[in-house]
């Protein structure tokens, strides 16, 4: 989905980085990637969709357009 939303012209980040990750635990407790598997599978899977103050009603309506031609994407076959 997040491929698709940039092949798509829409900018959609990945910011939810696993706490254990982070340089502060890294260098606090010692954690390594692969101890909380689920944690890093869902940083790596959860993205932000442009939203701010002043977006426009046309470009709410380009985003999820977008995101539901992406949803299709990456779930056809699937049933």
């Known amino acids: 989905i997040i491929d698709a939303m940039w092949r798509n012209g829409?900018?959609?980040m990945v910011n939810y980085r696993p706490?254990?990750?982070t340089r502060y635990f890294r260098g606090r407790i010692d954690c390594k990637e692969g101890m909380f598997p689920n944690a890093e599978r869902i940083g790596s899977e959860t993205f932000s969709l442009p939203f701010?103050?002043?977006i426009t009603r046309e470009a709410i309506g380009r985003v999820?357009?977008?995101l539901e031609?992406?949803?299709d994407?990456?779930?056809a076959g699937t049933t």
């Open 10 to 12: 829409v900018e959609v």
């Open 19 to 21: 706490v254990h990750l």
């Open 52 to 54: 701010y103050p002043k």
């Open 64 to 66: 999820s357009a977008t």
């Open 69 to 71: 031609i992406a949803i």
């Open 73 to 75: 994407e990456a779930t």
